[in-house]
């Protein structure tokens, strides 16, 4: 009986071991899985957002070349420039490989049949002006599109949001106003009627404060992305980029000579000074945003390998611990059979047993006649 008993608490407490193994193992595992969700999580975000820096760098090209059009279409040239026509292969290349995941084709697709009517927009200047700012709104909204869709705008780290802030909203807008304000100045000048003169004075005065308003918060955001990162490389290359680009603004509001006669010469060579520095101004923003951007996901590339390491070690300890708990109570369960064994041995050997020790038998004194005599002999 006593046996029976150890045998069941034995097998009680390598159940009891097994579940508690499990219910320490288990939840583990369960955490290591959650934090490996996360990470999957964020690196699906962090490769969205790198695709829309890669959709993004197409955009600026465009942006300049349709300020290219605007102002060639205002100085009666017809025909579509070949910046133009670059930038647009260039955007419809990435609208095809992203345009499905960022959500871009329906936008992109009517902004390239607006921009493909713009060569044969004719009529007055004006009217070949505002086709070209009624286009230009719509790549601003291009923009918007990429900049909402792959997330960007809702990044936590600060560096990275005011880069993206830049890239997306003050640099396009700063193109787009600073080629109004000059394509303005020069419809003024150029400009006979008093009455349209006056219009164009009120055109230009809009476009100039645009310009003043955007060049001021892309400055601020490239300052307060220089303060707060920890990119060794940020603060020195927009620093020297940003002052190129504001000595372009400043050499075209010059030209444009707001409340007299714009100079014109002035204006073509601040232009060009001004693309120049664009150009640069925006590959470093795209480049260190693109950085900022591969050392995440590096990062958590390293953070998912480790979680799934954690995991695996959890499902071996988890493995190792049901199979220990399993041998120990099968030597277990036969020691105490070979104990049960034994006792039945030493059962069998006891009063009851038909066996007779040697040292239990009477000694012998030899025949019936020898027991008489000594019988005799004690009467």
């Known amino acids: 009986m006593s046996v029976s008993v150890n045998s069941r608490r034995t097998r009680l407490r390598s159940a009891l071991a097994v579940v508690l193994t499990v219910l320490v193992v288990l939840p583990t595992a369960a955490l290591f899985l959650r934090v490996l969700d996360e990470v999957n999580t964020q690196r699906d975000e962090t490769q969205l957002k790198q695709h829309g820096v890669e959709y993004l760098a197409t955009l600026a090209p465009l942006v300049s070349a349709l300020a290219e059009s605007q102002s060639q279409a205002l100085q009666g040239v017809s025909t579509e420039p070949q910046s133009l026509t670059a930038a647009v292969a260039r955007v419809q290349e990435a609208d095809a490989r992203l345009g499905e995941e960022l959500d871009t084709a329906s936008r992109w697709a009517g902004l390239k049949e607006k921009i493909g009517r713009l060569p044969g927009i004719a009529g007055s200047a004006q009217?070949?002006?505002?086709?070209?700012?009624?286009?230009?709104?719509?790549a601003l909204e291009l923009y918007s599109e990429v900049r909402e869709n792959s997330k960007l705008n809702m990044d936590q780290q600060s560096d990275i949001w005011f880069i993206q802030e830049t890239i997306t909203v003050d640099m396009p807008e700063a193109v787009t106003n600073v080629s109004r304000m000059s394509d303005s100045a020069n419809m003024l000048a150029a400009a006979s009627n008093q009455r349209q003169r006056a219009a164009l004075q009120v055109q230009l005065g809009v476009a100039v404060e645009a310009v003043e308003e955007s060049v001021e918060e892309l400055t601020d955001h490239l300052q307060a992305a220089a303060e707060d990162t920890e990119s060794s490389t940020l603060a020195g290359n927009l620093v020297?980029?940003?002052?190129s680009f504001r000595r372009g603004v400043e050499a075209a509001n010059r030209g444009t000579n707001y409340g007299g006669?714009?100079?014109?010469?002035?204006?073509?060579?601040a232009q060009s000074t001004l693309a120049t520095a664009l150009n640069a101004l925006t590959t470093v923003t795209l480049k260190e945003l693109s950085t900022l951007l591969e050392e995440r996901d590096d990062d958590l590339q390293i953070r998912q390998i480790e979680a799934w390491a954690l995991l695996g070690v959890s499902i071996a300890l988890l493995v190792v611990a049901t199979f220990w708990t399993r041998s120990r109570a099968a030597q277990v369960r036969d020691s105490l059979d070979s104990s049960r064994d034994f006792s039945v041995r030493a059962d069998s050997d006891g009063p009851g047993s038909s066996a007779v020790s040697p040292y239990d038998q009477a000694p012998g004194y030899g025949g019936s006649a020898t027991g008489r005599e000594r019988s005799g002999a004690l009467r």
């Open 127 to 138: 009217t070949i002006y505002d086709a070209h700012v009624e286009v230009g709104e719509l």
């Open 240 to 243: 020297s980029n940003l002052d």
């Open 261 to 269: 006669d714009p100079n014109v010469s002035t204006l073509v060579t």
